[in-house]
């Protein structure tokens, strides 16, 4: 990659960093020896679970490689859902203290969030939102729980008569076909128009400007960053033209975002310029987020309707006829009358 010219980040595509702690901790050292004598090249990010904040050694070397970005799967504010869906990697070290350790070592921390768990209860979507305001991690992934085949989530609804035919929903998936609209392949243990309208709500609060920029506020407090890698003159006039082509007739001037934006850039300006670049990263990976979610709700608004129109007995009841054939959902109006129940 270096010997091709390429220079910034790269991504360690992983699901774990730290599933071999001993091999990770000699590739990074690898790495810093290599990053030194190359004049740091590139910065990086990468996925690892929360046992990453147990880890100094790894931490430490983390920062000195300059990586920036770290993917976390908190995946629920509720600990005793965690612990029943032995998660345990999850519950060891509480979530806001796991997220201000990552943020000292110079890495954002984004997460993911799940809905869907047995053990769940009214209060769960509170509880992740009140999570997400106390660590300040970026809400990167906010999906239904979906059971991926060959896992023990599969087996196990399998072995419970709960998996869904072919394990998948059998939704008509012409407009979407990821598992963000197409999860709780299984009958659920809460109502599944409960969860789905958890989910809504969830997405609606995660994405508010106002509650996004006090996670801002709260993560530029935590963060110390140690940057290695230094854009060229070409990247930075790349970064220029786009924060005034992009960012400022976007998050600068729109009536939902221009004061909260105005209010952060001169805070951070005034006491802790440094921190600028990470405060316009995450305010327009924000923006980004809320844009891609009024679709995400409509589909999930489409759903709901759905199940609540035929019943929720008779849709999982032809979920999981080996027949199953496509419900036909009008994605596109979440109060369309073109939904039918086949069969």
């Known amino acids: 990659i270096y010997d091709l010219g390429y220079r910034g980040q790269i991504d360690f595509g992983f699901d774990n960093l730290i599933g071999d702690v001993p091999a990770a901790e000699r590739m990074l050292a ?30 430490t070397l983390m920062r000195d490689n300059d990586f920036r970005m770290v993917f976390i799967g908190i995946e629920s504010g509720d600990e005793e859902v965690l612990e029943k869906t032995q998660k345990g990697q999850n519950v060891g070290t509480k979530p806001s203290e796991a997220v201000r350790i990552v943020n000292e070592h110079g890495m954002l921390v984004n997460t993911g969030l799940i809905l869907g768990f047995d053990g769940e209860s009214a209060e769960s979507a509170n509880n992740i939102i009140a ?31 709960r998996l869904f035919a072919d394990g998948r929903v059998a939704m008509n ?20 128009a409960q969860i789905l309208r958890d989910l809504i709500m969830v997405l609606e609060e995660a994405y508010d400007p ?10 530029l407090a935590q963060l110390r960053p140690k940057p290695r890698y230094k854009p060229d003159l070409k990247e930075a006039l ?4 786009a924060f005034v082509t992009h960012v400022l007739p976007g998050l600068a001037w729109r ?75 009008d994605y596109g109006s979440p109060q369309s009358e073109n939904v039918s129940l086949p069969g």
């Open 255 to 329: 009536k939902e975002t221009r004061r909260l934006f105005w209010t952060a850039m001169a805070k951070t300006l005034a006491t802790r310029p440094h921190k600028l670049p990470h405060l316009l990263l995450m305010a327009v990976m924000h923006d980004n987020y809320a844009r891609q979610t009024v679709s995400y709700i409509e589909a999930l608004e489409a759903q709901l309707h759905y199940v609540e129109q035929v019943g929720e007995a008779a849709f999982n009841e032809r979920m999981r006829a080996d027949d199953a054939v496509p419900l036909m959902v």
């Open 210 to 219: 106002q509650k996004s920029y006090e996670r801002i506020d709260k993560i």
């Open 30 to 59: 690898a790495m810093a020896t290599w990053g030194e004598e190359h004049g740091w090249p590139f910065h990086y990010s990468t996925e690892a679970t929360m046992n990453l904040a147990r880890l100094p050694r790894i931490l």
């Open 131 to 161: 999570m997400l305001q106390r660590t300040g991690a970026f809400p990167t992934l906010i999906l239904p729980l979906h059971a991926l085949p060959s896992t023990a989530l599969e087996r196990r609804m399998r072995e419970e008569g």
């Open 173 to 192: 998936t012409t407009k979407r076909t990821d598992t963000a609209t197409t999860g709780l392949n299984y009958v659920t243990e809460r109502p599944r």
């Open 238 to 241: 790349t970064y220029a033209k």
